[in-house]
């Protein structure tokens, strides 16, 4: 009998394990044990886990947890929490439900009082991120955008007065559109990094002003592949205007005439009339 220590908890688990982005190396000691262990493992393709299971010679069954079967998948997880069972929550790579199936069955098991178990490891919105060098304190994640360009753009326009770096998922199909969008709705000199294949083979980690951004991934088809991380830079101060007036001069613009929103943005804030009065135009000319 082994003197190693199970991995597992003494009462019936969901357990939230990390998996690789790409390079094996990155699965963790815990990881491998906990789904080595566990009764069965829910995951989001399982053609690919198979694969990451093979190469880890772990046997543990699985059975699939996708967008599509979330609801039903769930209450299997939960018949075997109720029967004793440990079961494993993965997805194709990286951290489980962010920006992936898997948080409305992590909800449904701690509504049926279940604990449930982060294994942390690999995250391709952390690992841009870390490599990115913005010096923000702190960040926007937000995932996909929607996939038709006039909801991705009034999307990208919410986000436009964010304090802080926005990071993206994208794929490969909608990655031109995508940054198109985002030169065209935000301000050029914006710096974005673009993080494709993050632990890949042909990883690449590019930092620039957005409005270069199209004529970079023009210039070479192999910058179009992969699956990626966009960090985008967080919303410049304008001159003259703090964040505050801002914010309250873009609110009052919703509901607002220019000239209105102005004074009643100066009288909030204390800011220049003048220049609330140039910025609403502005604005309102974009």
């Not at 992969?226 to 505050?244: H, I, N, Q, R, T």
Request: charged share 20%.
């Amino acid at each position: 009998m082994s003197n190693n220590p199970s991995p597992l908890s003494s009462t019936p688990s969901l357990y939230v394990v990390a998996t690789p982005l790409g390079n094996l190396q990155d699965v963790s000691m815990r990881a491998q044990g906990v789904l080595t262990e566990v009764g069965a493992i829910a995951a989001e393709d399982t053609r690919h886990s198979q694969r990451l299971l093979d190469a880890l010679g772990i046997r543990t069954r699985l059975f699939p947890l996708h967008e599509h079967n979330e609801q039903a998948a769930v209450g299997q997880v939960i018949r075997m929490l109720e029967a004793g069972q440990h079961v494993a929550l993965i997805s194709d790579a990286g951290t489980p439900a962010i920006s992936d199936p898997g948080a409305r069955a992590v909800a449904r098991v701690r509504e049926a009082g279940f604990p449930v178990v982060p294994v942390p490891g690999p995250c391709a919105a952390i690992a841009a991120l870390s490599a990115s060098g913005f010096v923000d304190d702190g960040f926007r994640f937000v995932g996909f955008l929607p996939a038709k360009q006039a909801a991705r753009r009034a999307r990208i326009e919410e986000l436009r007065a964010q304090e802080v770096p926005l990071v993206f998922y994208e794929s490969p199909h909608r990655i031109v559109e995508c940054v198109a969008d985002l030169a065209a709705v935000l301000e050029p000199s914006r710096d974005i990094v673009i993080a494709r294949e993050i632990t890949k083979i042909y990883e690449q980690i590019a930092r620039m002003p957005l409005g270069e951004a199209p004529a970079w991934l023009a210039a070479d088809a192999n910058r179009c592949r992969g699956e990626f991380v966009l960090v985008v830079a967080a919303a410049p101060e304008v001159e003259g205007l703090g964040a505050d007036a801002e914010r309250a001069l873009a609110l009052l613009l919703e509901e607002l005439p220019v000239k209105t929103a102005a004074r009643l943005a100066a009288d909030i804030t204390g800011a220049s009339r003048k220049l609330l009065y140039a910025r609403a135009l502005e604005l309102k000319g974009n």
